[in-house]
């Protein structure tokens, strides 16, 4: 006998016989599924192994995608960290340099602990540098005089003028090896000569040999009235510090020559 599946019942048929006879015909049997062929309910259940199977790969696939993502994330963070630990120990290397090298400079220029009088001028000064010289901490000291003044030339220049004695101001500072033109010990009582910070004298237009007028804002009193005080000096010597603050700021002249000045 041939089985074959029809839409809901299974029917055996005699060899030989082209059309059931009476007690021939079995009865109904229900195929697997009530409701669906039994071919259709075979396509269904292979579709959805081939679906369950495909979302396995997809989320296998997947996550294995996301494992790279993680992993290129972590490796673009750990290249941006190294990157901004390194920028940051540069600058701050840098930034420790230069400090450094300003404090260097400007320490260099003048002296370390100042002494002065109380209330009025330091008279005798030789006296208070052998005391300083008497305490082993002091490596040397000097005498010197400050005074803020007007400097003029084709231009005009505030600047700091400092009287100091050329043969012990090196004790004190190394302003006579930053000189770039003319020589410290040119500054000698009663020539009147000037050294010059390299950008003050290119801000007055001036060199060496030329000469500028030094305006104290001291008045002096005469026959005629108050004059203000001014001297013309010589520009001896041009200095290159290498801090703008002494290079633009500042003027050196011998210290005899600025007390007749005040």
């Not at 839409?7 to 059931?20: A, M």
């Not at 008497?134 to 005074?147: F, I, L, N, S, T």
């Not at 043969?167 to 190394?174: D, I, M, T």
């Amino acid at each position: 006998k041939t089985r074959l599946w029809s839409s809901s019942v299974e029917i055996t048929q005699i060899e030989g016989s082209s059309t059931p006879g009476p007690g021939r015909a079995s009865p109904s049997v229900q195929s697997p599924s009530d409701s669906w062929p039994a071919g259709v309910w075979l396509k269904e259940v292979e579709d959805a192994t081939v679906a369950a199977l495909g979302a396995i790969r997809a989320a296998a696939e997947g996550g294995f995608a996301y494992d790279q993502m993680l992993e290129a994330g972590n490796a673009q963070g750990e290249a941006l960290i190294m990157g901004g630990v390194t920028a940051l120990i540069t600058t701050l290397s840098v930034m420790s340099g230069f400090q450094r090298e300003i404090r260097d400079r400007m320490l260099q220029m003048a002296a370390h602990t100042t002494v002065s009088g109380y209330g009025e001028p330091l008279q005798d000064w030789q006296r208070a540098v052998q005391v300083a010289l008497q305490d082993p901490r002091v490596a040397g000291a000097a005498p010197y005089v400050e005074k803020e003044a007007l400097i003029l030339g084709s231009n005009n220049q505030p600047a700091m003028l400092r009287g100091v004695e050329p043969a012990q101001e090196g004790k004190v500072s190394v302003i006579g090896d930053k000189l770039v033109q003319g020589k410290l010990v040119d500054l000698q009582p009663g020539g009147f000569r000037i050294v010059l910070g390299r950008e003050l004298a290119v801000w007055l237009g001036v060199g060496a040999g030329d000469d500028v007028i030094v305006m104290l804002a001291d008045y002096r009193n005469t026959p005629m009235g108050g004059i203000q005080t001014q001297k013309r000096f010589v520009v001896s010597g041009i200095f290159e510090a290498g801090y703008n603050e002494f290079d633009k700021g500042l003027a050196v002249v011998n210290l005899q020559d600025l007390q007749r000045l005040l």
